[in-house]
């Protein structure tokens, strides 16, 4: 099974691209997996319990932090076309 | 040719207009403002969420690598136990330990086998490693200490977990 999100950037103000992001399975950034320096940490409970608990919660975070820009946008938009 | 009255209420519909127009704008200037600092606030969370993730996905992708560290039970906070051992080093550890014990025989074996290293890591873990080098150190013979694989720990607090309270104690190899 797997997931692609798509959703709107603006990297250059109002103008929206659409972009595609593969979210199922997760994909991590290699930076921030290199964060620990090299340590390893040991897990209680188990690092899979963990993943199991917390990656349905990550979708949702991650869902609503691509969808949290669009509101902004709007306004903006709206703004904009009135000034 | 309209006359003064039509170019009157032109006058006053388009000032109307221009009147909700604004007030329009400016409801949209209060929301963008607060959909941007809810993004704003949203994103150290959600992008540390991916970290962590990150971090624990990669632990479970690459097992054989691990780092074992000793993790006490809950109940070492609460137990005498420690306080004891420095006045009778041989006694034998106490029951509610035992759990400690099983985890430092775990990563003596590890280290045995090549694959990890120990050191201790939050509070309750430090004061179970603590508590074995210090015994050892004491007795001058290797004893609950060498089945963690330590020897000597070393304060190593992290400037920037001050606030926290994190105490990270490394504990050497023999």
New interface residues.
């Given amino acids: 099974m797997s997931g692609t999100l798509i959703y709107s950037r603006f990297p250059l103000g109002d103008r929206a691209i659409p972009t595609a992001q593969q979210i199922i399975p997760?994909v991590?950034?290699a930076k921030?997996?290199n964060?620990?320096d090299g340590?390893?940490?040991?897990?209680?409970p188990e690092?899979?319990d963990?993943?199991h608990e917390?990656?349905p919660?990550?979708l949702a975070?991650?869902i609503?932090?691509r969808c949290?820009?669009m509101?902004?946008r709007s306004?903006?938009a709206?703004?904009s076309a009135?000034? | 040719m309209p006359s003064l009255k039509d170019l009157r209420n032109r006058i006053a519909a388009t000032k109307a207009t221009q009147k909700i127009t604004k007030a329009m704008q400016m409801v949209a200037a209060s929301k963008l403002r607060r959909a941007q600092a809810a993004a704003e606030a949203a994103r150290p969370y959600a992008s540390r969420m991916d970290t962590v993730l990150g971090n624990i996905a990669a632990s479970v992708a690459a097992p054989t690598r691990r780092r074992g560290f000793c993790k006490a039970p809950a109940a070492i906070r609460a137990s005498p136990s420690g306080l004891h051992r420095r006045t009778r080093p041989v006694r034998p550890i106490q029951h509610r330990d035992r759990a400690a014990r099983t985890r430092a025989r775990q990563c003596a074996y590890e280290r045995r086998q090549k694959r990890s290293s120990s050191s201790a890591v939050g509070r309750r873990a430090t004061t179970v490693a603590k508590t074995l080098c210090a015994a050892d150190c004491r007795t001058g013979r290797p004893a609950l200490g060498a089945h963690a694989g330590l020897r000597k720990c070393r304060d190593d607090r992290r400037e920037d977990h001050r606030a926290v309270r994190q105490v990270r104690i490394r504990c050497l190899a023999h």
């Fill in positions: 997760p991590f950034d921030a997996t964060e620990l340590a390893v940490y040991e897990f209680e690092a899979e963990i993943l917390l990656l919660r990550n975070v991650q609503l932090r949290s820009k509101p902004r306004s903006g709206q703004m009135i000034g």
